[in-house]
């Protein structure tokens, strides 16, 4: 039996789906489950309600045209959320592939492809916030990390730096902070609301967690959009935003990984200009060294000194290159490699 698992699992879905399953391994927060129907992946929930979320929300993606996502399977009745010693557990087919690399720009622009068909998909849902005072949650989520990076940022500082990722943090404390506190002023002044109003008539969902880790690209090319735990009622733009976010690192801030990408997206789905202008003007805020400081401090699972640490260090190897990035506004709409495309909403 493998570690941190019930011990009951394996016999309640092999009686569930009456099959035999050789052998289960674990793999980030789920259970790869080798059986003599296919390789599965097996997750459980806490809440019933967010395992028959997911498990709903695939199904009508499949139906809306978007294939590039996780199966679920159903016992003979076509249940598929299964109670078990108080959890309540998933079995999706195993999509034999390899996690994409923000580093391949081929893998980007898979990714953004893909991207682009999930937001095709992803409309026509209830949404779930109301328009009046309402914030983007992306702000919100925004305002807090720089709130508890300025905190973490005061605590070294008092203290000391104990160890070299400290060191790195306070000297770029002052960078940071002041990049943070000029996106968010920035964004206030941006057609937010209209977009917002948009998602809310289209009733549009944002998957909020494009990492590339969640993308998964086949030998043959094809690439699917994993981990639907995350989506949500929101702008699409968040998710564009923080694409763009995590793959200019990867690419040394090249203006033409950003061209290839949007490009890649757009013969998709199309964005209007002023999209592309708020994503450009979004990305000033450094998200990256926010999410990975904040995360860490917070023992929040995946977020490792190590890591974090050779992030700060890319960030900082690049800064001149992503100074440039951020100044290059009018070449960007200026010059449109996407050229015919029409931008419509």
């Not at 849902?125 to 989520?141: C, D, H, I, M, R």
């Not at 977020?303 to 992503?322: I, S, T």
Request: glycine share 6%; aromatic share 10%.
């Amino acid at each position: 039996m493998t570690s941190g698992m019930d011990k009951t699992l394996v016999p309640n879905l092999e009686r569930i789906f009456r099959c035999h399953i050789h052998g289960v391994k674990p793999q980030r927060k789920v259970w790869l489950a080798k059986s003599d129907r296919g390789l599965w992946i097996v997750k459980g929930y806490s809440q019933r309600e967010k395992a028959e979320w997911v498990t709903r929300l695939s199904v009508m993606l499949h139906e809306k045209g978007f294939y590039h996502t996780v199966q679920y399977l159903g016992n003979a009745e076509g249940e598929k959320v299964f109670p078990i010693a108080g959890r309540y557990y998933t079995v999706m087919k195993a999509i034999i592939a390899r996690e994409a690399n923000n580093a391949s720009l081929y893998d980007v622009k898979r990714s953004a492809a893909t991207l682009a068909r999930f937001h095709q998909a992803a409309k026509g849902f209830p949404a779930v916030f109301t328009l009046a005072g309402y914030k983007p949650p992306l702000l919100e989520k925004w305002e807090g990390r720089l709130e508890e990076f300025n905190r973490i940022v005061s605590k070294i500082a008092r203290r000391g730096p104990q160890n070299r990722l400290e060191q790195i943090v306070l000297g770029l404390a002052e960078q940071v902070r002041n990049d943070a506190e000029q996106a968010l002023e920035s964004s206030y002044k941006m057609p937010l609301a209209a977009e917002m109003q948009q998602a809310a008539i289209r009733g549009t969902l944002a998957h909020h967690d494009v990492a590339s880790h969640n993308f998964l690209i086949t030998k043959a090319g094809s690439c699917y959009l994993i981990d639907l735990d995350t989506v949500g009622s929101d702008m699409q733009l968040t998710d564009l935003v923080q694409f763009f976010g995590r793959m200019l690192l990867m690419q040394g801030y090249s203006l033409y990984a950003f061209y290839e990408a949007i490009d890649a997206y757009n013969k998709i789905k199309p964005l209007r200009e002023t999209q592309i202008w708020m994503i450009h003007q979004l990305l000033r805020y450094p998200d990256n060294i926010l999410r990975e400081v904040t995360g860490m401090y917070a023992k929040r699972p995946g977020y490792r000194a190590r890591n974090v640490q050779q992030l700060l260090l890319l960030e900082r190897r690049y800064q001149e290159e992503r100074e440039r990035f951020l100044a290059a506004e009018g070449q960007i709409l200026q010059r449109t490699p996407w050229g015919a495309y029409h931008f419509v909403g």
